[in-house]
């Protein structure tokens, strides 16, 4: 298999991901209007409302990652480099990538983790509550996103290092 078609399964994971996160920004959504649209819904219900509706948001952005990978895709049919070239250019740039594109991302969802739980467990109002509950769903579900993530490049630094090109 030529270097080309592993990075193309490579941007066709990306756009696998990318759809995932699309997915759960969607559930975000359906989830704050379900709540928002409760009978009777009090502050809790408002407060989870709220932060549902900007992390559905934020989670929906990754379509743009989605046409990004797509770009890319049809970019990499016109690649010039050797077979070789090419594995040592994707195994530096996925070095490069486990090393420090995940940084941002995880201490954002740890510090959303943690607020999450601070705001439900120390606060007596329920929109406080509310909101809380929601920081901790997308924290939680942007660490799972990016283990997901690591993994996957991970198994693709392995199987492009063990080519022998």
Do not use: C
């Not at 809790?44 to 952005?61: A, D, I, N, P």
């Not at 954002?108 to 705001?119: F, K, P, Q």
């Amino acid at each position: 298999m030529e270097m080309t078609e592993y990075i193309k399964q490579y941007y066709h994971s990306e756009r696998s991901m990318a759809l995932l996160a699309a997915a759960i920004g969607l559930a975000f959504l359906i989830i704050a209007w379900v709540a928002f649209r409760q009978p009777g819904s009090g502050q809790l219900y408002r407060g989870l409302t709220y932060t549902l509706v900007v992390s559905g948001l934020l989670f929906l952005s990754g379509l743009g990652a989605l046409l990004q990978s797509d770009k890319k895709m049809e970019e990499v049919s016109n690649y010039t480099q050797s077979n070789r070239e090419l594995q040592v250019s994707e195994l530096q740039r996925i070095e490069k990538v486990l090393a420090t594109g995940y940084r941002i991302s995880t201490i954002l969802a740890s510090i959303a983790v943690l607020a999450g739980v601070v705001l439900l467990l120390f606060n007596s109002g329920n929109l406080h509550r509310g909101i809380g509950l929601g920081i901790l769903l997308f924290g939680t579900a942007l660490h799972a996103l990016d283990f997901f993530s690591i993994n996957k490049h991970k198994i693709y630094y392995e199987s492009i290092k063990a080519l022998k090109l």
